[in-house]
């Protein structure tokens, strides 16, 4: 379904995507980790069109996106959640959640979503009408993900859902995303938090300095010591 | 050294001191006015809806800079000139009118035709602006926008002088806006009523429409709203063609109160509005209204209320320092200005 062959990104001077190249199938929930600096970000934003890769190609369902603008890459059917959430803090939930469905005309089809997002979240419909700036780490991250669905993406794409939140809220996310999966939405997910992403996930990726390391079935990688030494403490 | 419990620095303190000066001086000054009874209620009244008026304009012309300057982070200098082509296009607009006599035969219609036309040019002239001279900038230092703004402005000013003179041209009159409605000049209150129109037509399109949520949503953080599918360039067009709209009809007001338009006409307007943006908190929409309104009466009561009572002669002239001491005041006290968010408090 997105496929990255090769490809070379800057982040700034800095080289830092040195020939990434990985696939995410149809339905899957395909984790990328790696410590600080590895370079998630850096292929998250490659592949939404805000940073422009050097060299290499990206493909969606079998076409070319690489050198599409952010937007038109979002009206494909690529939603993020990006790090650090990035909520709209002076526009309300609704607005937020409205955000997400900009390129959408359905009506019918944004109000059943924007009910079963609520469904799916529902601090979000206690905070319906409270601007985003307002909300809780862990609200945020809940309306980032809401926010991010409202486009009905045919691949969602998240970045450390987990950063700076409590244990227990990681496993609602988590289960919240392993939920989104199986309603259909084929995910991908950046994290840091190596075990909870792998334990969810249908294969992995270890990203290290700008390249992939490693890679295979998610239980692999949970077992495999390499990856056990270096991201799961032992 | 320490006061009530805060640490405080010298800098600080003489600030105040002079701020204290300042309002004491506007005290006494305006006591003295009031005791003398130099003025009477009526002569007030005219003062202030005269400075409603002329800040109503100023307010049109603080959206366009507000409004940019939330989308790009870019204080667009030419909006001055962006204004002062509306108020060129609405003055040769309505001299051809008045020449082929409709202006005073059909004068409503002609005039929002003269307001349609200016608009119109005004915001061609301001997405060409985006789109030459800011939009190839896009990444570069912000410092190379600010200076790329004063050149556009400088380039707009003299292609005006180039093409119709530096002479001043004189607006044709406009009998049905003649004489008084209940004590008050016509021409202001069809100024003030149309400002305030517009501006609320403005608010409505931001808050309530599409494209103004995605204005919005650029002004907060460009790259999550091009992730939600916004286009970017589009709607920073979009940004300056509605700023450069109401410029443009800020210009047609401006032209009914002053009947003139020259080339350098934009230049103070556009400097006074870029004030009462930052008075209001730039990147704010209701602040830069209120900014606009509240400078726009300030000047116009200020010189007598506060000046007339020191004594000071001439102290009609001296309504800018009068400005632009405001806009310092309240930089002092309130640096993010009136409606401005804190950013000294985390910005996510």
Redesign the interface.
Known sequence: MLTLNAIHSYYGQIHALKGVSFTVEKGEIVTLIGSNGAGKTTTLNTI???IKPRSGEILFEGQRIDNL???EI??RGI??S?E????????TVR?NL???A??RKDQAGIRHDLAQILELFPRLRERFNQSG?TLSGGEQQMLAIG?ALM?RPRILTLDEPSMGLAPILVAQIFKIICDINQQGTTILLIEQNAQMALSIATRGYVLETGQIVLQGPAKDLLASPQVRKAYLGG | MYLFGRRIDASQIIVWIIGGVLFLLVLIGSISTLLTERYTVKQWLDFIIFGAAQGGIYALIALGYTMVYGVLRLINFAHGEVFMSGAFSAYFLAAALDKAMLLNRYPIPCLLVIAFLSAAVSATVAVCLERIAYRPLRRAPRLVNLITAIGASFFLQYTFRGLYGSGVEVYPDIAILKGDFWGIRKTLLVVCGSALAMLGILYAFIQGT?TG??I??IS??L???????????QTIAITFAVGGSTAGIAGVLYALIFSQVNFFMGFVPGMKAFTAAVMGGIGNVPGAALGGFLLGIFEAVGPSLFLDGLGIPAANQLKDVIAFTLLVLILIFRPTGLLGERLAVK??
Do not use: C, W, Y
């Open positions: 939404s069109g805000l603008a952010p937007h979002a009206k939603s993020q990006p650090g959430r990035k909520i709209f803090g002076r526009m607005e409205e955000m997400g900009f390129n700036g926010r486009s | 599409k949520r995605a919005r949503a907060e953080d790259e999550t709203a091009a992730l939600m599918g916004v286009d970017v360039d910005r996510t």
